[in-house]
């Protein structure tokens, strides 16, 4: 199966910055089938990109998703409050489907 | 509004057996392939089941393969987890989702839009 390996594992931000956070697969993923995700505490994760970069429905511009075969970035490029949050890669290109261990981004 | 609603999480003992099961609403549920994604306690997401819009083939990770059975009734929207042999390690938030129709290569492969509000397992003595 592919790992998926998300760094750093911390990343502490103040509103307004820059956030760049890094997923490397153990091998190609096919054909670029790279999702991120957000998940708040005590919610449910939310789908921000697919495709590597394409955003999903709703979300907004200041995310974007870049990157191919075993490297890929999400970028956010200005914190807002609501986006201090864990994030996910995912890969769905070969099965079993998986996900990386995840980015925590905490308010500095 | 698209919706997905788990419920039958609990506690149960090791080696004893729970099902779970998730309504849906607001879409066609007969046209999307459907899975379960599973999240310990702190812990990151991991692909649990997956099964086809007709309920034909159904694929499961190694980790719970020969224990748990996915099924689904399309004409009540309805998926379903049966859930055998459980073991402590399978304690988790079990999330039903549904495949983002524009990134959904396979019954499994797939990126997922719509996530339930998750149902608590716990195994434990």
Redesign the interface.
């Known amino acids: 199966e592919i790992v998926l390996t998300q760094s750093p594992g911390t990343l502490s931000l103040s509103p307004g910055e820059r956030a760049t956070l890094s997923c490397r697969a153990s091998q190609s993923v096919s054909s670029s089938y790279l999702a991120w995700y957000q998940q708040k505490p005590g919610q449910a994760p939310r789908l921000l990109i697919y495709g590597a970069s394409t955003r999903a429905t709703g979300i907004p511009d200041r995310f974007s998703g870049s990157g191919s075969a075993t490297d890929f970035t999400l970028t956010i490029s200005r914190l807002e409050p609501e986006d201090f949050a864990v994030y996910y890669c995912q890969q769905y290109g070969t099965s079993p489907i998986t996900f990386g261990g995840g980015t925590k981004v905490e308010i500095k | 509004e698209v919706q997905l609603l788990e419920s039958g999480g609990g506690l149960v003992q090791p080696g004893g057996s729970l099902r779970l099961s998730c309504a849906a609403s607001g879409f066609t549920f007969s046209n999307y392939a459907m899975n379960w994604v599973r999240q310990a306690p702190g812990k990151?997401?991991?692909?649990v089941s997956g099964i086809s819009s007709s309920g034909g083939t159904t694929?499961d990770?190694?980790s719970v393969k020969g224990r748990f059975t996915l099924s689904r009734d399309n004409s009540i929207n309805t998926l379903f987890l049966q859930m055998n042999s459980l073991r402590v390690e399978d304690t988790a938030v079990y999330?039903c989702v549904k495949p983002?129709a524009?990134?959904a290569?396979?019954v499994?492969?797939?990126?997922?839009?719509i996530?339930?509000?998750?149902t608590m397992v716990t195994v434990s003595s």
Request: aromatic letters at 22%; a negative charge.
């Open positions: 990151g997401l991991e692909w694929y990770a190694d999330y983002a524009l990134a290569i396979g499994v492969r797939n990126a997922f839009d996530w339930g509000q998750g």
